[in-house]
């Protein structure tokens, strides 16, 4: 994998894409293609992607900024496209303070020695976002960096965007994402032992601990698929939101019930997929009326699982479901 780095440990001299990529859609890839490839690497630059954390929203306006990749995610996303290096550059009212001048000079010319960068053609730097792509390209040339600004990548009547993908996702349109994107739409947790109420329901479940910076779906019940521990991804029907029925006082939660395994959990990692939308919440007269829900929704998670290729357990793995996964 490659490394995640500080502006100060990069490997220099540098091949810059630069902007957020949230997402790392098709859009965000046609930059990053810009700074990767054989003559770049001639020029012996490192293709290196480089981002502000937190987000610039986060420190100037006090706004939470939830992300549909994580640092870590997008190390996995950004190797297979020729980066070498993730640079995150801490953002702080400092550097939000610098002029676009300022900024090139000290970060990307005195700290990362930039040979080429790319950019979208909405990129905006500098105090109050008052440096665009446009001036970018003229403080580099001044200081011998070649810039180039990509165009925006269009979709219909709209622009290819992390917000579109957002909007979607908020919609529970996994779909939608999906074709964005152009992958799948995924986020990982580590299993945390509950309270055992699915259990008692003939329906136990994964309790997962989500990065809460991280962007999820519109709350409800999906057919998903699900890794554990880096292995393959297998049917499953995922819970995400609140318990209206089991305990309308809980927080909301994501929990995850792997079809027809028998799988201890706790303390594990698991990667889930939402595969669609299978309903909204909702409350029942009784735990009975919920468990034969579940039932249905089990049902049309495995079909759904299957029609994009992901198998059923042989019948020795499978067994009552009330035996299967942790507590």
Sequence with gaps: ?????????????????????????????????????????????????????????????????????????????????????????????????????????????????????????????????????????????????????LPMLWDGPERVSSSRIRRALAAGDVAEARRLLERPYRFSGRVVRGRGLGRELGWPTANLQVDGRKFLPLEGVYAATASVAGGPMLPAVMNLGSQPTVDPLAPSAVEVHLLDRRVELVGVELVVEPLQLLRRQQTFASFEELGAQIALDADRARALAAGVGVGQAPANEGGNPAEQQNP
């Design 1 to 149: 994998m490659i490394p995640l780095r500080s502006p100060q440990e990069a490997r220099r001299p540098t091949a810059i894409a630069l902007g957020s990529f949230d997402g790392l859609h098709r859009g965000h890839r046609r930059v990053i293609a810009a700074v990767t490839g054989a003559a770049v690497e001639a020029g012996g630059a490192t293709p290196t992607v480089v981002s502000f954390w937190p987000h610039p929203r986060e420190v100037l306006h006090g706004e939470a900024r939830l992300r549909l990749d994580l640092p870590a995610e997008k190390l996995h996303l950004l190797e297979p496209l020729g980066i070498e290096q993730l640079v995150l550059v801490p953002f702080t009212t400092e550097l939000a303070a610098l002029s676009p001048e300022a900024f090139v000079e000290q970060v990307l010319v005195g700290q990362l020695q930039a040979q080429r960068i790319a950019v979208g053609d909405n990129f905006r730097f500098g105090v109050g976002r008052s440096g665009d792509s446009q001036a970018l390209a003229a403080i580099g040339a001044r200081h011998g960096i070649a810039v180039q600004v």
